[in-house]
């Protein structure tokens, strides 16, 4: 069944049942409405106990808000909750935790400035005597690290450790109570294949003990490897609920995203490397023996107008740390930078700016957005800083310029006055790129702008730097996922252990596992 | 209705509405002006007076707040500002000169913007937390004014001076025409330039508005800055009223009425976005409060309590929590309803 019939509700009745004939949780006609957005439309969902149920959809089709509905986070204006058979209501993630609802959010929602033990029993502490009984704290954290294959001091301070680590203290921390559903907000867009691999073990043990488990992932081959149905959204209405086993791939991606035929699903036009450029080309910026004590070893990079540079490596490979200082969001300790054969300082992103050179950060939430402002402001923010405040974007031409960027690229809600924190994650990437694109940059640095987003809006913004570079904008591009840097590139630099390990043009040769190869060992096999 | 009941300076108005309304039911007369010698007189215009000082300060403290930060020094600032321009027209050979008086204007305004520049760099260059770098002033800056004067309460007559806080021009109190004017000014300033939002962005995002290339050091230096001018301002204002330099009476608690009226306007002390014309309302609320307490012939002694209880209810009106909370009971009971 196919949602062309909108009249038409999708339902769950012919669908497989599972093994367990009851399930923990039963969703039905579910809306939720914010100020001018209708984010959910009569969904129905339901989940059982012992499944890894996916939930699957595009940027703004629902998901987190379903997740939010369901914990009582946002409020519905239409629909029923019923857990183990009673009608429900949570006021909010507390709430639905003490219930047996725990979550883990898409961003890592926890405090850095506590020790991991705390993070982990916070709302749960063992007391003593009236007081916290902080061996206790730590020796249960610990039990719950090593459930996870964690291997750290539960005494440390949480922010000492990677993202990918935090990751999973939060999920520790969700099981910390004894969850009956476990949901999973894009728990693996930070992990590395191991850590994926350490989190799928920790998921089929759980199911094996009767958790349900909600998981959102947009990597497809996650799904696929750990999940047992799946339940697909667009637009915030319900599309279709199946078997992951009998839903082949293609299948689902057509689900997902309306109107795109197969052919187009997933394809991303493949970049064509450009010419070779003129013999005496000038590079747009030089850095020599450029570096950073416990960031990057020094390197030497070019970059040339219409090139895209893509960047592989691990997570906390150098990889970010290399684009911070070509940005001065980092100062170096060493080298210098050339522009146009100039030698320039680059000591903060101001300056950058003044330079033309732009830098989105993979940290969408904490060095991105800035929510409680408008997408229209957001989107000028770059540009009137670069003007300063004393000379104010005329209001005719910022909304010109705003109106422009919403269609360019496809923003929904193209509501210029909606506050940015009300968007979707990929929406909000969007609207981030916007910010960069409207001050004309020569030199895009793009910090894993695909992360966490649906495989609609990763190949728009993917076809959408091929044309920059078309254009003629000089563009660095960082991705976790191989394919996407292989796809776009015209040179490839590869990162390991906070240095610049290879530098190699992309030829036909050129491929993932060679790549792999360069980035587990750091050097080629020829 | 609904739209007027939701708009976030409802409650605030509301508030002052009620007392003014509780002193007209006392003395029917109070609002009414009248006029003396082409001047206006009346209660009303005592309020613009007497709320001058207060809504100086509250101005530079908005601002400071939008930016995550908070100012304890404005107090210790504006009895600087008074020990310094008092001691100076007590030392010159002309006291009772207008150079003088204007010499004594920005000298002061001068120490105080020197001042403002110090918690400025403390909180924007060495980033100290904005409570703990201004409450050096804050302590540290009493102890200047009374090195200053001495330890003595400097009283001087200088009739120029004294037009600040008592003169008239075109019928208005001069210190309203000033404070009201500055107003206008910072409020045209903020939101005819980009400053605002900018300013705004830093509170809400400080790292991802760097990253956007806004100067976020520069911008907050620039309003710890504008705040101790402000409250400079403020400070003379209050000397020209007394013409004596009380080092330790001075702005006593300026900081929290600016605070208060900052909050009650509906700015949010986490910073970002924030709300000047609300920061008047909160100011009009504060003085307004101080008459309605003597024209009520409240005693002394629950004068305090009073004014808590008035803050309390206007800042729980405005509690998004609470409407929620409420929003929540009304909806529990439907929902109660239908499953029953």
């Known amino acids: 069944m196919i949602a062309s019939e909108p009249q038409q509700r999708p339902s769950t009745a012919d669908a497989p049942e599972p093994q367990a004939t009851h399930p923990v949780v039963q969703m039905t006609g579910i809306s939720v409405e ?27 089709a629902g998901k987190s808000t379903l997740i939010k509905a369901l914990t009582g986070v946002n409020s519905l204006s239409g629909g029923s909750i019923t857990v183990n058979g009673t009608s429900t209501r949570f006021n909010g993630p507390a709430d639905a935790r003490e219930h047996g609802i725990s979550t883990v959010y898409q961003e890592v929602n926890l405090c850095t400035n506590l020790t991991v033990a705390e993070n982990i029993m916070l709302g749960n502490e063992p007391r003593r005597f009236g007081g916290l009984d902080w061996r206790s704290m730590r020796r249960q954290a610990t039990v719950f690290l090593k459930r996870m294959g964690l291997n750290i001091d539960p005494g440390s301070s949480l922010g000492s450790h990677s993202l990918a680590v935090q990751q999973l203290v939060a999920i520790s921390r969700a099981m910390v109570v004894d969850a009956k559903v476990l949901i999973l907000d894009e728990p693996t ?24 488990i909600l998981f959102v992932s947009h990597f497809l081959d996650q799904i696929y490897a750990v999940s047992d149905r799946i339940t697909i959204l667009r637009n915030g209405k319900l599309v279709q609920e199946r078997f992951t086993r009998e839903l082949p791939q293609r299948e689902l991606v057509s689900l997902m995203i309306a109107g795109t035929s197969d052919a187009q699903v997933g394809q991303a036009v493949a970049r064509n490397t450009k010419e070779a450029r003129a013999e005496n080309a000038q590079p747009l910026l030089q ?58 300082k680059l000591r903060t992103p101001r300056q950058a700016l003044g330079h033309k050179i732009a830098y989105t950060s993979e940290d969408r939430k904490g060095e991105g957005v800035v929510g409680d402002l408008s997408v229209a402001e957001n989107i000028i923010l770059g540009l009137q800083a670069a003007r300063g405040w004393t000379r104010p974007l ?133 | 209705m609904t739209r007027i009941y939701k708009h976030r300076l409802f409650w605030p108005l509301v508030a002052l509405a009620a007392l003014l309304l509780a002193c007209t039911i006392k003395r029917p007369d109070i609002l009414g002006i009248t006029v003396l010698d082409g001047h206006l007189f009346g209660a009303p215009i005592d ?20 930016t995550r930060g908070i100012d304890l020094s404005v107090g210790a600032t504006v009895a600087i500002a008074g020990a310094v321009a008092l001691t100076f027209i007590a030392s010159s050979d002309h006291p009772a000169s207008v150079g003088t008086a204007l010499g004594a204007i920005i000298v002061a305004l001068g120490l105080c913007f020197i001042l403002g520049c110090f918690n400025g760099m403390l909180v924007a260059n060495f980033g100290i937390q904005p409570i703990i770098a201004t409450l050096i002033l804050m302590t540290a800056g009493r102890g200047v004014a009374m090195l200053i004067t001495n330890g003595q309460i400097t009283t001087v007559a200088s009739a120029p001076f004294s037009t600040l ?17 500055v107003y206008l000014v910072v409020a045209l300033l903020v939101r005819r330039t980009a400053l605002g939002m900018l300013l705004e962005a830093v509170g809400i995002n400080p790292e991802a508005s760097r990253l956007a290339g806004v100067k ?10 504008l705040c101790a001018l402000l409250s400079g301002l403020a400070g003379l204002i209050f000397a020209a009223n007394t013409m004596a330099a009380d080092a330790n009476n001075a702005g006593l608690f300026i900081e929290l009425d600016a605070i208060l009226a900052v909050v009650i306007g509906g700015t949010s002390l986490a910073g970002g976005k924030f709300n000047l014309s609300g920061t008047l309302v909160g100011v009009l609320i504060i003085t307004t409060l101080s008459l309605t307490v003597t024209v009520l012939g409240i005693s002394p002694l ?28 009304r909806e529990r009971r439907r929902f109660q309803e239908v499953s029953a």
């Open chain 2, 165 to 181: 806080a008592s003169g008239f021009l075109l019928g208005l109190p001069v210190a309203a025409i000033i404070a009201y004017g």
């Open chain 1, 394 to 526: 005329p209001a005719t031409k910022a909304s010109q310029i705003v109106d422009a960027y919403i269609k360019a690229l496809g923003v929904r809600p193209a509501n210029p006055n909606a506050l940015l924190k009300n968007l979707s994650g990929g929406n909000q990437q969007k609207v981030l790129l916007a910010r960069w694109l409207a001050t004309a940059p020569k030199l895009l640095i793009l910090d894993e702008p695909t992360r966490g987003i649906d495989i609609g809006a990763k190949t728009e913004i993917m076809n959408l730097v091929s044309e920059l570079a078309e254009q003629g904008m000089s563009v660095v591009f960082i991705s976790a996922e191989l394919e996407e840097v292989l796809r776009l590139s015209d040179r490839i630099v590869v990162m390991r252990d906070h240095a610049k390990v290879a530098e190699l043009p992309r030829t036909p040769d050129v491929d993932v596992p060679r790549l792999i190869e360069i980035i587990a060992t750091g050097e080629e096999t020829k």
């Open chain 1, 287 to 344: 850095a020599v023996g450029l570096g950073r004590k416990g960031a990057v070893q020094p390197f030497n990079l070019d970059l040339y107008a219409g090139e895209v540079i893509g960047m592989a490596g691990l997570l906390g490979s150098g990889r970010t740390e290399l684009a911070r200082l070509l940005y001065g969001a980092d100062k170096a300790d060493e080298g210098i930078i050339q522009l146009g054969g100039a030698k320039t």
């Open chain 2, 216 to 225: 976020s050091k520069t911008l907050v230096f620039t309003v710890y800055a």
């Open chain 2, 47 to 66: 309020i613009l007076r007497n709320s001058a000082p207060l809504l100086l300060v509250s101005l530079g403290m908005t601002l400071v707040i939008a």
């Open chain 1, 34 to 60: 914010f100020p001018g957005v209708k984010a959910l439309d009569n969904v129905d969902f339901r989940l059982f106990p012992g499944e890894i149920h996916a939930l699957m959809g595009e940027n703004g």
């Open chain 1, 189 to 212: 867009s930070s992990l590395d294949t191991d850590e994926v691999q350490q989190l799928f073990t920790v998921m089929r043990q759980l199911r094996q003990d009767g958790v349900a």
């Open chain 2, 302 to 329: 629950v004068t305090s309590l009073f004014k808590a209880i008035v803050v309390i209810a206007v800042t729980l009106m405005m509690s998004t929590r609470l409407r929620t909370m409420l929003a929540g009971l």
